[in-house]
């Protein structure tokens, strides 16, 4: 099963608009990064955030952390047809294995 | 260009059959991680090397098996295929064996089995 679960499933907006996908995890992590997927294409590193920290900027991303609740967020702002993709979460640290774990990942649509 | 280049981009064969996917990771990058995705298993991990050692096993079918060579570059095998093994299988690479590292993924092999 996957560690993480992205919601929604599905997200459709328009260019300019701001993006919010979210992320739930299982168990305790020491990082969580998101990765984002072009149709077919092989995956291309984001950002990643650390389990001590609960905010990270990179350009118009923006991931929040909250281990509390186990989850995160990766907004975009100002979105672009550019940034339409499916974005996924990955968790490491799972039943202690050194790998990253894959949600099902969110498809973002970006409508011009 | 992510600089993990994955061999062949697509691949047609029938049930029963053997193939052989092949990555070459990133210049300098020690671990090789495979992956398969499908529309409803999502990205599953399969198996990870690092310098040549298998490090971490995922669900990976005993008719998988994978290597990683002196030179770095990693196999993946897969016999007996079947209908469902068809999927995009993705090569990633990453400097060292902790994930906090992130991956660099190639962009992957399209395997059809009919």
């Known amino acids: 099963s996957q560690q993480g679960e992205e919601d929604p499933q599905a997200l459709s907006i328009q260019e300019g608009e701001n993006a919010t996908m979210n992320c739930s995890y299982k168990t305790s992590i020491n990082n969580l990064q998101w990765y984002r997927q072009n149709s077919g294409r092989g995956l291309v590193h984001l950002i990643l955030?650390?389990?001590?920290?609960r905010e990270k900027h990179s350009g118009r991303l923006r991931v929040t952390l909250d281990t509390s609740k186990k989850s995160s967020s990766l907004l975009i702002t100002a979105s672009r047809a550019a940034d339409t993709a499916s974005y996924f979460c990955?968790?490491?640290?799972?039943?202690?294995?050194?790998?990253?774990?894959f949600g099902q990942g969110t498809r973002l649509t970006i409508n011009p | 260009d992510s600089g993990v280049t994955q061999t062949p981009k697509h691949l047609i064969t029938a049930t029963g059959q053997r193939v052989t996917l092949r990555c070459s990771p990133r210049s300098g990058d020690l671990s090789v991680y495979w992956y398969q995705q499908s529309l409803d298993q999502g990205l599953q991990f399969l198996i990870q090397y690092y310098n040549g050692e298998e490090r971490a096993k995922g669900n990976i079918l005993e008719r998988f098996s994978a290597q990683q060579f002196p030179d770095l570059h990693s196999e993946l095998n897969l016999s007996s295929l079947e209908l469902g093994d068809s999927a995009l299988y993705f090569c990633a690479s990453s400097l060292h064996w902790d994930p906090a590292y992130g991956y660099t993924f190639g962009s992957g092999t399209r395997l059809t089995v009919v």
């Open positions: 990955a968790t490491d640290g799972w039943g202690g294995a050194q790998k990253l774990v």
């Open positions: 955030i650390r389990s001590n920290e």
